[in-house]
């Protein structure tokens, strides 16, 4: 197999997913999971592994999945259930559930014929939230074009780049094009080392694929900005080295300030919270809302899962700003177990990248109609009609170690 930096690697990751580019993967999926497994036999090694895998021992990633684990749903009966909705607001917007589509670049390496516009398509016909990432192979303005925000809730996700002037333009440019609302991620003035794309010599995009909203063309965006030469400069053996080279180290609260001082009433919810006290100095800084996340494992290894982070930021908060999560979430009681803890929504990362591989938009829009299905199905048995009765009476923790058990996390594997 060619090196992930030639055109002839892009072909066979385009070659090996139109072959599978139908709707027959409905006869073989029947969980969000079913779509890591079937992504598993389409996508080359290199890029399989360079969206499933963590960093370091990967003891993260998997706690993420498998803490929600220790968290047990407690079932109420006799209670009427009929006429669920699933339906929620998210800053006074109305979606269909209380799920939404994290940010996170590069979909185009799963959808090159649409990237980031197919999933953004996806959400709108499924009545979900979209956070558009700073990362993205489609700009900012095509995706509002192809998903318009008067029928789309668009969030566009910024990271604080050492040219302050081009985080700033990039904001604006979002504004303009109507996006709702923003994220701006904290856990990212480095990246992890990301051991699997250094074995596998994942240090670049393959062309023709690039991060587009560099290009800062608003019209048509056909030429590559000189920050190509950065991120996929090659000149470190993980990709994600090589992109963090443009982030600013010398951060502070007061960035959340400026930035929020640009937003105005445009609501901001700071991405990568996992402490009680960072939650307290985001409040302080000017965020409307905090997002629980360790950005999939692949940040900080050895850190919480988000579903343990989650209980002491809630607390915190207080309910001053409403509190999301992302990390592992992979079924409808992995939803209720977060809205029980004090979460108002959760978000989806890699599972959509493994449906956009599957089956474009349409594989993406059959994720969350299996999720909402696995949602209605929990909120029933949990004795809930509405969103809003979901409290924490609805859970409560395992004690595996009392139990003699050994979790999962503690042994190393790829789905």
């Known amino acids: 197999m060619s090196p992930p930096g030639s055109s002839s690697s892009n072909y066979t990751i385009q070659r090996k997913r139109n072959i599978n580019n139908n709707n027959d993967f409905r006869r073989q999926v029947f969980n969000v999971d079913d779509f890591q497994r079937l992504s598993k036999k389409i996508l080359p090694k290199e890029l399989y592994e360079y969206l499933s895998s963590g960093t370091d021992d990967e003891i993260t990633l998997r706690m993420n999945r498998f803490a929600f684990q220790s968290w047990c749903l407690r079932p109420r009966v006799l209670r009427p259930i009929g006429n669920i909705s699933t339906a929620t607001t998210l800053f006074g917007k109305s979606v269909s559930m209380p799920i939404f589509c994290s940010p996170a670049g590069v979909h185009a390496l799963c959808e090159p014929k649409e990237g980031e516009c197919a999933t953004a398509k996806a959400c709108s016909e499924s009545g979900i939230l979209f956070g558009l990432s700073q990362h993205a192979t489609r700009s900012i303005e095509q995706v509002a074009a192809a998903a318009p925000p008067s029928k789309t809730n668009l969030w566009y996700q910024a990271y604080i780049l050492k040219d302050r002037d081009l985080t700033l333009r990039l904001i604006r440019r979002a504004i303009k094009a109507g996006y709702s609302g923003f994220f ?232």
């Open 184 to 415: 701006v991620t904290v856990d990212s003035v480095r990246f992890g080392f990301r051991e699997a794309d250094a074995r596998n010599g994942f240090n670049a995009l393959p062309p023709p694929h690039r991060l587009v909203n560099y290009d800062e063309n608003e019209d048509q965006i056909t030429q590559p900005s000189a920050m190509e030469g950065t991120y996929n400069s090659k000149k470190e053996k993980a990709w994600d080295q090589n992109t963090e080279q443009m982030f600013e180290h010398n951060v502070s609260w007061m960035d959340i300030q400026w930035m929020k001082k640009e937003l105005g009433n445009i609501p901001l919810v700071v991405k990568g919270i996992m402490t009680k006290e960072d939650a307290e100095l985001a409040i302080n800084a000017g965020a409307d809302g905090i997002m629980v996340s360790n950005h999939g494992g692949r940040q900080l290894d050895g850190c919480l899962s988000t579903i343990d982070a989650l209980p002491e930021v809630v607390e915190q908060v207080a309910g001053r700003v409403p509190v999301w999560l992302d990390g592992g979430v992979r079924r409808g009681t992995d939803v209720i177990k977060a809205l029980a803890l004090g979460a108002k929504a959760v978000g989806i990362g890699k599972p959509i990248f493994f449906s956009l591989a599957v089956g474009g938009k349409d594989a993406v829009s059959y994720m969350f109609h299996l999720l909402k299905i696995e949602v209605e199905a929990a909120m029933a048995l949990c004795g809930v009609r509405a969103i809003s009765e979901i409290t924490t009476e609805h859970v409560t923790r395992l004690d595996h170690i009392a139990l003699g058990f050994i979790p999962p996390f503690m042994t190393r594997s790829f789905l």
